[in-house]
């Protein structure tokens, strides 16, 4: 049980350029989410999903793109990248009972754009 | 605008004591209330939550209360160990999907 997988764990990339950060679980989990937190900062939500097919944003969205086409799979597309994009990247998941709230998380991705 | 809030960005707390982290929210369509514990080079880890139609949830050393005429809620740890010392954030959650992190405080327990 791998529980959710982010590849690739860092990325240096040059301003203008565009990458897909991967995020994959294994929980078959109906809610998934981005985040990404600046140094010494909290945690902010870029976009979210509650289940295929179904996606919304969240508070800092502009830059970045999903698509939520599985329950197991979650990408985000980053298009242009921009120094202000540098960042480290966490995907989290959770299931529809439980804990409502408690998420899974990711080892996450450093993300450095130059 | 920054809807939950952790308004201390560390606290350092002497082994054997008790540690309180506090956490403001504006937003009172919030549900759900977390905490949650991150280490250097990890993704964070579920702590302890609370609905928002209670007051207090208890998990062995770990309580959070909630004061929703206050709108502020914090996590009590007792007592404070060593492995406790890592960065902790609030969080809350809206309609059970949407979910908000404040900006962490870093705990650090001294011997």
């Known amino acids: 049980n791998a529980g959710v997988t982010q590849t690739p764990k860092f990325r240096i990339l040059k301003i203008g350029q565009s990458m897909t950060l991967q995020c994959t679980q294994d929980m078959n989990h109906n809610y998934m989410y981005w985040y990404r937190q600046d140094p010494g900062m909290g945690l902010k939500l870029i976009y979210y999903s509650v289940g295929a097919g179904i996606t919304d944003k969240g508070e800092v969205p502009n830059g970045y793109n999903v698509s939520r086409s599985t329950t197991e799979d979650f990408p985000l597309r980053l298009e242009l990248a921009a120094p202000s994009q540098t960042s480290v990247y966490f995907c989290a998941s959770r299931g529809a009972g439980g804990n409502t709230g408690e998420l899974f998380f990711g080892e996450g991705s450093r993300l450095t754009v130059l | 605008d920054q809807q939950v809030k952790q308004n201390s960005p560390s606290l350092s707390v002497q082994e054997g004591r008790i540690s309180i982290l506090n956490c403001d929210y504006t937003n009172s369509m919030f549900d759900y209330f977390l905490w949650y514990k991150k280490y250097p080079a990890e993704g964070p880890t579920f702590l302890i939550s609370i609905s928002s139609i209670k007051d207090k949830n208890e998990d062995g050393r770990f309580t959070v209360f909630l004061n929703k005429s206050a709108k502020h809620l914090s996590l009590h740890i007792v007592p404070s160990q060593p492995g406790d010392s890592a960065v902790y954030f609030c969080?809350?959650?809206?309609?059970?999907?949407?979910?908000?992190f404040g900006s962490g405080t870093r705990l650090s327990i001294r011997p």
């Open positions: 969080a809350a959650s809206v309609s059970a999907s949407k979910i908000i």
